[in-house]
């Protein structure tokens, strides 16, 4: 390194792995003080970028545009592309797959990619072309979770780290390339819903939503963050100009029922949620939407819909349901809701003006569904 140099202080410094940087998650400024150190013209940053965020390059090699000399004396810094590896892949019998994609350290996270949208997400009334692909991925935040709801398998790995910003946007772009996505022709919608808590990483969470914005292309109205309910950081969301959707895991129609189910509740009650999610201020036809995990028996009766049913309707927000029949887990003291029982809480909530529609399970076979990743690699047929 020549005299005067920094190195590069590394993530994985602090880690103890491989002391390699990765290009991938650095953001434009951040490229330009890099190139800068190496004299080179600005028009390099979007060389540069281009390669990293809009052409996928896995190696530096790769990057033509850039002249040898300084791809050399790049990598000669310890820089390398470090866009995340699929290691893994599970393919479900309709049509999910479930990636376990490692990260900087070689820890893997999960990321799920779903042919034709979620069910859920994607009911914004467009029109799929013939030659339009539409699906939906899912990203994970964190390797792990601190938040321990009860019936989430991810909650049983506690909290091992959080993501980069790189590592969350680099799940995004490794699936795209594995699936030849087009970026501005195909229908990508993104969830932030994978393992982990995204606000309690929010600032590496928010990067990498303005890295898929900004540099790889997908727009923030394609995409949603869900929270357990953390306020500090909803109340941070609302100051955001740039912000995909708003999911909120409600889960239960009260905070005696809610306790029992995601300890949270005694830090950040319903209410205190609530008062947070009003400072968002919502773009023309956003809805806010609040997922409820039915649970048989625990927080499925028609008394829970109707209170449901009122407590969102005080709320006064444009909002909607999505209910989520409960994936199952071994050793997990819960039972999924019948069919019956689903369709009589959502019939229930749609009388008391509520829209509320059922999510789809995908991937259930692979454990890719909803609170099944646990980066699980021996496939157990779960129903
Ligand atoms: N941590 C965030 C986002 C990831 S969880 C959150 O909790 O909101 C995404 C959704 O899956 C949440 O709504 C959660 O309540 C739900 N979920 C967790 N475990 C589940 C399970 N076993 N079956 C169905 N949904 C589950
Ligand atoms: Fe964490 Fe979400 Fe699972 Fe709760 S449901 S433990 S917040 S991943």
């Known amino acids: 390194m ?14 103890g792995a491989a002391a390699t940087q990765p290009l991938f998650g650095l953001k434009n400024q951040q490229l330009k003080d890099l190139l800068r150190e190496f004299a080179e013209p600005a028009y390099r940053v979007k060389q540069l970028s281009g390669a990293l965020y809009r052409e996928w390059v896995d190696d530096l090699a790769e990057v033509s545009t850039l002249p040898k000399t300084l791809r050399d004396a790049i990598s000669e810094r310890g820089y390398q592309v470090g866009l995340p590896k699929i290691v893994e892949a599970f393919t479900s019998v309709d049509g999910t797959e479930r990636y376990l994609i490692s990260g900087n350290d070689g820890q893997t996270v999960e990321t799920v990619w779903m042919p034709d949208g979620d069910g859920g997400e994607a009911d914004d009334g467009s029109e799929a ?9 899912c990203v994970s935040s964190q390797i792990g979770c601190a938040v321990n709801c009860q019936f989430c398998l991810t909650a ?17 772009v490794t699936v795209l390339k594995r699936q030849k996505v087009r970026i501005g022709r195909d229908r990508i919608n993104l969830v932030f819903m994978g393992m982990g808590e995204p606000f309690l990483n929010y600032d590496e969470f928010m990067a990498a939503v303005r890295l898929l914005v900004e540099e790889v292309g997908i727009p923030e109205s394609r995409m949603t963050v869900s929270t357990s309910g953390i306020v500090p950081g909803i109340l941070r969301f609302a100051e955001e100009t740039l912000r995909p959707k708003l999911a909120i895991s409600l889960n239960a129609p009260n905070d005696a029922i809610r306790a029992g189910i995601m300890p949270i509740t005694r830090k950040w ?18 809805k806010i939407t609040f997922e409820y995990v039915l ?25 909607k349901v999505n209910l989520i029949v409960w994936n199952p887990g071994p050793g997990m003291p819960y039972r999924m809701s019948d069919p019956d029982t689903v369709a009589q809480f959502q019939e229930r909530l749609r ?32 129903e």
Do not use: H, W
């Open 156 to 172: 049983k790995l506690g909290i091992i780290r959080n993501l980069t910003a790189g590592e969350i946007a680099g799940q995004v």
């Open 129 to 137: 072309g013939t030659d339009l692909r539409r699906a939906t991925i």
């Open 351 to 382: 009388l008391s003006g509520i829209p509320a529609f059922v999510r789809r399970p995908r991937g259930r076979d692979i454990y890719a569904a909803c609170g099944q990743l646990k980066r699980t690699t021996e496939l157990v047929q779960v």
């Open 295 to 319: 649970l048989g028996g625990l927080n499925d009766r028609l008394d829970d819909a109707d209170e449901v049913g009122r407590l969102l309707r005080r709320a006064n927000l444009p909002l």
């Open 2 to 15: 020549p005299p005067g140099r920094k190195k590069p202080i590394s993530i994985l410094d602090s880690l």
């Open 269 to 286: 009650d319903i209410s205190d949620v609530m008062t947070a999610v009003k400072r968002v201020s919502l773009r023309a036809k956003e």
